[in-house]
């Protein structure tokens, strides 16, 4: 890991210059852009930005089981809490919905979204289902990582009907039960929204400008090794090349 941040005063924008779009050089020349929505702290991440809310879900029912031996959820050592969908055959997990759920636009973009806690080794197939027995959607989970967001689009309708009486999760094929991450309420740091079961609402919101709110938060926390490697070189890229002190803080994250 570079530590030489002198090069800070120097930087030569042409360093985002690159005839070959990996994730590293995508993540800097992106942050050249000059959004605005800059957040300096890793858990001062809103639910709300705009037209853009991240409604949760709560967890009403999960099979009890633990993992795998030599497995364990991520950040469970800071009171992040996990639930289980699977193997198929199993009770089915139930996300609950909310009592005060808001407006849905006709117009807006809506996906449900889960994050995944344990690394999956194996190709899966969710069911979402409503309350009243309707499907809504596949969450085709494939070899995920830990803290790789999963998400299914929903109609308007869809989403007002999961915000209203909630969601089951069953799992159609896979050998292995997958976890997922829970509201945790005594969690330090708390996870972020979006780690979280949710449906998301978007009408009218820039993505890239979400996209530059959240590269300070934790959902740019990868695990040990090459994943959050690349997250530490892409933000140093970005401090680099835009003289950002700010940034710097969140690659100190990492290490």
């Known amino acids: 890991m570079r530590r030489d941040h002198s090069i800070l005063s120097s930087a030569d924008p042409r360093v985002l210059q690159s005839c070959a779009v990996d994730r590293r050089r995508w993540m800097a020349t992106t942050g050249g852009l000059g959004f605005s929505l800059l957040l300096g702290d890793a858990a001062a991440t809103e639910s709300r930005a705009g037209n853009l809310v991240h409604v949760p879900l709560p967890i009403d029912r999960a099979p009890d ?145 979400e996209f530059e709110r959240r590269l300070r938060g934790l959902v740019m926390l990868q695990g040990f090794g090459w994943q959050s490697g690349c997250v530490s070189e892409g933000l140093l890229d970005l401090a680099e090349a835009r003289g950002d002190q700010e940034l710097l803080k969140a690659v100190d994250r990492y290490q």
Do not use: K
């Open 65 to 209: 089981r633990a993992p795998a031996a030599g497995m364990r959820t991520g950040f469970v050592g800071f009171g992040w809490q996990s639930f289980v969908v699977g193997p198929p055959g199993s009770p089915t997990s139930v996300l609950g919905g909310t009592p005060e759920p808001p407006p849905v636009p006709a117009d807006a973009i809506c996906r449900m979204r889960l994050t995944n806690s344990i690394d999956v080794r194996q190709d899966c197939t969710i069911q979402v289902s409503t309350s009243p027995g309707e499907s809504v959607g596949e969450f085709r989970v494939r070899f995920a990582g830990l803290y790789q967001v999963q998400e299914i689009p929903l109609s308007p309708s869809q989403a007002e009907t999961v915000l209203r009486g909630g969601a089951t999760l069953r799992m159609l094929s896979g050998t292995d039960p997958v976890w997922f991450f829970a509201p945790s309420a005594n969690a330090t740091p708390a996870p972020d929204p979006v780690q979280l079961p949710h449906i998301l609402i978007s009408s009218g919101v820039a993505s890239g400008e």
